[in-house]
């Protein structure tokens, strides 16, 4: 009489890899938050566009320094009183990546107190 075979138990492995599968499936259609564009829409290239400050924006250098269309502003509150009245209600500011965040901070506390109504931060946008 022959011994019978051991069996080993198999690992369920498919199992496994199954249920991996339908989770990343799962998660590819549920991050899909965004409805897509209509396929005939072009967008806008902004490629060959210079880029330039607006006339009523306040420059802020990162050495704290700041400044309208090259000339240089003593204080926020001196180029308050400069803009018109129109252009205090949105008052937009283009600081410098490195200037200290304690800085613009301030900066936004002075254009608010001397009567601007919204601040308004001016940065880059980086598309893919």
Known sequence: MRRPRATTGR???????????LMLIFFLV???LAAPLDSDLKLVRTDAIEGSAPADALVLHADGRMSNLGSEIINAAAFMENLPEEARRRVRVLPDRDLPATTLVEIGRVLRDAGAQKVVLITERGLP
Not at 11 to 21: D, G, H, M, R, Y
């Open 11 to 21: 690992e369920p492995t498919i199992a496994l890899i199954n249920i991996v599968f």
């Open 30 to 32: 549920a991050g899909t």
